[in-house]
Nanobody
Framework: QVQLVESGGGLVQPGGSLRLSCAAS????????MSWYRQPPGKERELVAG????????RYADSVKGRFTISRDNVRNTLYLQMNSLKPEDTAVYYC???????????WGQGTQVTVSS
């Protein structure tokens, strides 16, 4: 059974940092490209960052370049998102995503709330 469980969200002041984690299980994590998405209040879900299966290639939304870093540990089956210099506009629910369907299903985590506010 495929599972993606995000953690690490919370309330942080502008300029602060958070590290999100996504624990993956039920599939061969090391074979799949992965991504982080976010959905701000009242807006559509958007891509934040992606990483290939071996961690050698990454991509970022322009809005987070230079502030966020995506990484993965294929031994611990965990995806990470280090978020620095956080801004109020980074407030959203953050989701991890497997970038290819498995048995015809598109898998997402349950999401973790990040709120940037003073």
């Amino acid at each position: 059974q495929v599972q993606l469980v995000e953690s690490g969200g919370g309330l942080v002041q502008p300029g602060g940092s958070l590290r999100l984690s996504c624990a993956a299980s039920g599939f061969s994590f090391r074979w799949f490209d992965m991504s982080w998405y976010r959905q701000p209040p009242g807006k559509e879900r958007e891509l934040v960052a992606g990483i290939n299966s071996v961690g050698g290639s990454t991509r970022y939304a322009d809005s987070v370049k230079g502030r966020f870093t995506i990484s993965r540990d294929n031994v611990r089956n965990t995806l990470y998102l280090q978020m620095n210099s956080l801004k109020p506009e980074d407030t959203a629910v953050y989701y991890c995503h497997i970038d290819r369907s498995i048995a015809g299903y598109d898998y997402w985590g349950q999401g973790t709330q990040v709120t940037v506010s003073s």
